[in-house]
């Protein structure tokens, strides 16, 4: 029987949040997982854990292979389920390809109000999911679903990666550039839509972004001179560049006219639309951020702009710098700009 869809509600008013905007703030994150009262537990195969916030774990099985694994989920961006299935599979991926791995294998997480959505729609959104799997080139091989009172999906997504090839977000050096791969843009687009001020051409250009897999990272790990990389997602370019920062014991220095954005997002943050998650960002790293006196506080917005299925940030010796922006261009990624640098001083963001 064909379930009639006319009358099934938007997905987005049904999560108080959508893509990585619904992220826990990092502030908040940090101080709940320091309220741990269990000692930390040393294992010699786990190469990367959780002591630098880094963008998978990583585990090492013998001399030539290491496992990546990694789980995402959120609630709805767009109201599209395909287009949301999509989006929320190339997010999860991308955090395989930020530590220089290949994915082999995912697995779904679905949490849906059963009955309130038409099964139909929530087809989609899984058909959506596995259309990006098929992309990637691995199986989406099972999963686990709820009945939930918001709409919930996202992959567990494993991977492989040599352990030399392995790029931490921790791992960046004195004098290297930083190279980020997509525009910026996608939560103040996110906010527009559900305001009804993001255009076709502006949705469409959301969409392409945020269902483009981050593939470069596989190859940008094997480039000598390629120190670090990340992705940015929910915290926004300020937040994961703070990481780099931290792990590294650098200043990493932004030139806030050299960063690629979003057709109209500029105009957009500067009739004051952004996300609840931009604030909370600021409020929980702004105080390590210096913003010289030139930046907007539109640009601020776009700077802790939460990134859905955002970019790779790359931190590589100026010598790779050719190889890495063609590497980006190569696979399709025409906006890939050098935006900074890492520099001698505290752990810290300037930004001018």
């Given at each position: 029987m064909t379930i009639?869809?006319?009358?099934?509600?938007?997905?987005?008013?049904?999560?108080?949040?959508?893509?990585?905007?619904?992220?826990?703030?990092?502030?908040?994150?940090?101080?709940?997982?320091?309220?741990?009262?269990?000692?930390?537990?040393?294992?010699?195969?786990?190469?990367?854990g959780t002591?630098?916030?880094?963008?998978?774990a990583v585990y090492q099985i013998n001399d030539e292979q290491a496992i990546v694994a990694t789980t995402d989920f959120f609630m709805p961006i767009v109201d599209d389920p395909y287009d949301f299935g999509r989006i929320?599979?190339?997010?999860?991926?991308?955090?395989i390809y930020a530590m220089g791995g290949t994915p082999v294998m995912a697995l779904a997480i679905v949490g849906m109000p059963i009955n309130v959505l038409p099964h139909d729609v929530i087809a989609k959104i899984l058909e959506g999911g596995e259309s990006v799997c098929r992309?990637?080139?691995?199986p989406l091989a099972g999963g686990h679903s709820i009945d939930s009172v918001e709409p919930i999906y996202g992959l567990v997504g494993i991977g492989v990666v040599h352990p030399?090839?392995?790029k931490r977000n921790s791992d960046a050096q004195s004098g290297d550039v930083l190279i980020l791969g997509k525009p910026l843009g996608v939560g103040i687009q996110s906010a527009a839509l559900k305001k009804g001020l993001l255009d076709n051409a502006g949705y469409a250009a959301?969409?392409?972004?945020?269902?483009?897999l981050n593939r470069p990272g596989t190859v940008l790990a094997q480039i000598e001179g390629v120190h670090a990389l990340t992705d940015v997602t929910g915290f926004g370019l300020l937040g994961h560049t703070l990481e780099l920062a931290r792990g590294a014991g650098l200043t990493a220095s932004i030139d806030s006219d050299l960063v690629p954005?979003?057709?109209?997002?500029?105009?957009?943050?500067?009739?004051?639309?952004?996300t609840g998650a931009s604030a909370r960002n600021w409020a929980s790293y702004g105080t390590q951020v210096d913003l010289g006196e030139n930046v907007s506080d539109a640009m601020r917005s776009l700077l802790t702009d939460p990134q859905t299925s955002g970019g790779l940030l790359v931190s590589c010796q100026p010598s790779a710098i050719q190889q890495v922006l063609e590497t980006f261009k190569g696979h399709g990624f025409s906006e890939a700009?050098?935006?900074g640098r890492m520099q001698p001083g505290n752990a810290k963001v300037a930004v001018k």
């Open positions: 009639d869809t006319t009358q099934a509600p938007r997905l987005t008013s049904l999560s108080h949040g959508g893509g990585c905007g619904c992220k826990i703030a990092p502030g908040v994150l940090a101080d709940l997982m320091s309220r741990s009262a269990l000692p930390k537990q040393f294992y010699a195969q786990l190469l990367v002591e630098t916030a880094d963008d998978a929320a599979a190339t997010n999860a991926l991308s955090d992309d990637a080139g691995i030399k090839n392995l959301m969409v392409q972004t945020t269902t483009q954005l979003l057709p109209g997002v500029r105009e957009l943050a500067e009739q004051g639309i952004a700009s050098v935006i």
